[in-house]
């Protein structure tokens, strides 16, 4: 059900292929000016500084080498954005609305989030590094070489989702669900506390720590039906 980590076996494969990373450069920034966000809008090379963008409207926009900074998302309508060779720092917001949005080449930095929809989303070479997000919903996502980084996720959601090359370092994983995920070489050793409510069963991509397993245990004999006495 679980691999645990082959580290130092003679001839053991290595545990989990690790994912690549976004390599960014973002060229000089022209600062946005030009009012509200709009649908379908095409964002290229733009700085986005400490602005309220609570409540608009800009389904199906791009941003292309773009830097949102302190910018407030309450509510904000993304679904089915493109977010390109970016970074994202320090985002606020409640009820954020990215549905079927995609995420390539993006690094998304202390944010605080809440009730986020990426559901369908598809992210690719995307790190998340500090902040919380709570009740993030991923699921039905594609997520392909993404690394979760000295963050807290509270409940988050990956039920139906796809996982590959995924990574947790120093993160806090509280009330995971993967229920009918799939995982291919997404690794968990770093996540702590690791807290799975759900999808014990689809963890056989997955690869854990020794401690891991046995703060697991419980959970796992509960799952499997097997009744624990002393």
């Not at 059900?1 to 976004?22: D, I, T």
């Not at 791009?62 to 998302?73: H, Q, S, V």
């Amino acid at each position: 059900m679980v691999r645990r980590a082959m580290e130092g076996r003679p001839g053991g494969r290595p545990a989990a292929r690790g994912a690549r990373r976004p390599e960014l450069r973002l060229p000089a920034l022209d600062p946005w000016d030009g009012g509200a966000l709009e649908p379908d809008g095409d964002y290229d090379g733009l700085e986005f500084r400490e602005l309220d963008l609570a409540g608009q409207d800009a389904r199906g926009a791009r941003f292309m080498d773009c830097a949102l900074t302190g910018c407030a998302l309450d509510e904000t309508a993304l679904g089915r954005a493109r977010v390109l060779d970016s970074v994202l720092t320090g985002l606020r917001g409640v009820g954020t609305r990215l549905a079927e949005s995609t995420f390539r080449d993006v690094e998304l930095v202390d944010a605080r989030l809440g009730g986020t929809q990426l559901h369908g989303a598809v992210l690719e070479r995307v790190v998340v590094r500090g902040g919380k997000i709570d009740f993030l919903n991923l699921r039905e996502a594609r997520l392909k070489d993404v690394v979760f980084e000295s963050c807290v996720l509270v409940e988050p959601d990956f039920a139906g989702a796809r996982l590959e090359r995924v990574e947790f370092t120093d993160c806090a994983l509280r009330g995971a669900d993967f229920g009918n995920a799939t995982l291919v070489d997404v690794d968990l050793r770093g996540a702590a506390p690791l807290e799975i409510v759900r999808g014990l069963d689809r963890l056989s991509g997955a690869v854990i720590g020794t401690g891991q397993l046995l703060d697991l245990a419980p959970v796992l004999a509960a799952e499997l039906g097997i009744r624990v006495m002393d």
